[in-house]
C-alpha cells in the first residue's frame, strides 16, 4: 500500500489546477511536511480496485483505461482514507482529461473524507465552491467560498470572486464589501490591486444609489487610475451630488480641464455658464478654443459662437483695468474686493497677481459678500488653485486645508488627490 500512498502525496501537490497548488505553504519546512506522504490505511476491497487504475494511469499512461476502472474503484471505497485516495485520483485523472465532471467527484471525495492535509482543505472547499460558480449556483458558490475563506484560504483572489458571487445575487453591499477587502490584501502583500475592481466597486455604489460609496470610489479610482477618464467619471459624480452652487462647480470643472476630463458638449456648456463670459471672459473664451480644437464643441453650433464672440469682446475692457483694481482692493478695509480682483485675475490665468490678492484678501478678513455670507473658503479655493498653476503644491495644500465648510472641504480632496499624485511624480 506504500505505493499507493506515495502517489497521493504527489497528486495532493501538483495534480488538477492551481488552487491546491496556490495554496502550498509560504515557508520551505511546510512545504517539506506536505510533500511528506501520509501513513493511510486502504480497505482491501479498494486497494484491490485501485491497483489496476494506478497502473494504468502511471505506468501505461493509458487514460481511457484509468477512467473506465475507476467506477469500480469508487465502488469499492470503504473508508475515509479509501475515499479521499479515490479522490485525489479522480482529480488527476480529471485534469488529464480535461473532464470536469470527475474533477468535481474528485474534489467532493477529498472533501468529504475529512481526511485531507489540514493546510489543503481550505483549497479543497474553494475548489467546490468554484464549480458551484460555474453552475450559476451563486448561493452555494458563496456558501463554500465564504467556509475556505474562514478555514484561512487566501489563494486566487478568493476575496474577489466572493464580490463576484454576491454581485450576481444582486447583493451590491456586499460585493463592494468583498472587492474593498480584496483590495486591502492585495495592498498588504505589497501587490497592485486591479484597476478595474476599483471601477466595479464604483458601478456597485451606482447601483445602489449610495451617495457616499459613490463618492468614496470614485476617489479610489482617482487615486489608482488617473486617467482622464476616470477624473472625468469622479468628477461629475461629485458635481451631481453635492449640490453646489457655479462657482463651487467651477473649482471642480478647473480640476477636469486641468486633466483633460472634459469630455462631452454639455460639460463646456457647464464650464462656460458656470465661468459667465459676462464675469470671467477670458477663461471662456480659452475653454471654448480647447473644446474647438479637440472637436468636442463646434464654432457651428449657435449657442457656443454667440457666447464665445461675445466674451471676446469683453476681455480687452476687463484686462485693462488690472492696475487700478489691484490698487483699490489693497485700499479697502476689507477683504472682499481683494478676493473678487484675485478671481478675475485668475481667470485670466494672472496666477501670481491673484496669488497676491487673495494673501491680502485673507489678511484683510472680512471677506463677505452683499448677502453677508462669507466667503473666505472661496478665496482659500482659489488661491491654492493659483498655487497649483504655479507649481507651489505643498503651499496649494496647505490652503486647502484650512478651509471649514462641507461643500469647499470636498472639492478640495478632488484637487489633493491630484496634488498627492504630482508629489509622487519623480524630479524632472
Do not use: C
Not at 58 to 84: C, G, S
Not at 132 to 152: F, R, V
Not at 179 to 201: H, M, V
Amino acid at each position: 500500500m506504500n505505493r499507493i500512498s506515495k502517489f497521493a502525496a504527489s497528486l495532493a501537490l501538483g495534480a488538477f489546477v492551481a488552487v491546491p497548488a496556490a495554496y502550498a505553504a509560504k515557508d520551505e519546512k511546510k512545504k517539506e511536511a506536505a510533500a511528506k506522504p501520509v501513513k493511510r490505511s486502504f480497505s482491501k476491497e479498494f486497494s484491490k480496485a485501485y491497483a489496476p487504475a494506478v497502473d494504468a494511469l502511471t505506468k501505461k499512461k493509458d487514460l481511457a483505461a484509468a477512467a473506465a476502472a475507476f467506477p469500480a474503484v469508487e465502488a469499492a471505497i470503504m473508508n475515509a482514507d479509501d475515499r479521499y485516495e479515490a479522490g485525489i485520483f479522480a482529480l488527476n485523472l480529471g485534469g488529464q482529461l480535461k473532464d470536469q465532471t470527475l474533477q468535481r467527484k474528485g474534489v467532493n471525495l477529498i472533501v468529504d473524507s475529512n481526511s485531507a492535509p489540514a493546510e489543503m482543505k481550505p483549497a479543497y472547499v474553494f475548489q467546490q465552491g468554484v464549480f458551484a460558480y460555474g453552475d450559476k449556483d451563486y448561493p452555494a458558490a458563496t456558501a463554500k467560498m465564504m467556509e475556505a475563506y474562514n478555514m484561512g484560504y487566501r489563494g486566487s483572489n478568493v476575496e474577489v470572486q466572493l464580490s463576484n458571487s454576491y454581485r450576481l445575487q444582486g447583493n451590491y453591499g456586499e460585493a463592494i464589501n468583498w472587492l474593498k477587502k480584496g483590495i486591502d490584501a492585495t495592498k498588504a502583500a505589497g501587490g497592485k490591486p486591479e484597476t478595474q475592481w476599483y471601477a466595479q466597486a464604483a458601478n456597485y455604489a451606482a447601483r445602489m444609489k449610495d451617495n457616499a460609496q459613490i463618492v468614496y470610489w470614485g476617489k479610489e479610482m482617482m487615486k489608482a487610475d488617473p486617467r482622464p477618464e476616470t477624473y472625468h467619471d469622479a468628477i461629475f459624480q461629485y458635481q451631481r451630488i453635492a449640490d453646489l452652487d457655479n462657482l463651487e462647480s467651477l473649482s471642480l470643472l478647473r480640476l477636469a480641464r486641468r486633466n483633460k476630463a472634459l469630455m462631452f458638449e454639455h460639460e463646456y456648456k457647464q464650464y462656460v455658464e458656470y465661468a459667465d463670459g459676462r464675469r470671467y471672459p477670458g477663461e471662456v473664451v480659452s475653454v471654448l478654443d480647447e473644446g474647438f480644437a479637440k472637436g468636442t464643441i463646434s464654432k457651428n453650433n449657435l449657442t457656443f459662437s454667440e457666447i464665445y464672440s461675445s466674451a471676446q469682446k469683453l476681455v480687452p475692457e476687463l484686462s485693462g483695468s488690472w492696475d487700478a483694481d489691484e490698487k483699490a482692493a489693497l485700499a479697502a478695509p476689507k477683504g472682499y474686493l481683494a478676493m473678487l480682483t484675485g478671481d478675475a485675475l485668475l481667470s485670466f490665468g494672472q496666477n501670481e497677481r491673484a496669488k497676491k490678492m487673495y494673501e491680502a484678501a485673507l489678511a484683510k478678513g472680512g471677506i463677505v459678500d452683499r448677502d453677508g455670507v462669507d466667503q473666505t473658503d472661496r478665496a482659500l479655493t482659489n488661491l491654492a488653485i493659483a498655487k497649483v498653476n504655479l507649481g507651489d503644491l505643498a503651499g496649494a495644500r496647505a490652503d486647502f486645508a484650512k478651509i471649514t465648510g462641507a461643500k469647499r472641504k470636498g472639492i478640495a480632496d478632488y484637487w489633493n488627490i491630484y496634488i498627492d499624485q504630482q508629489l509622487a511624480k519623480p524630479a524632472a
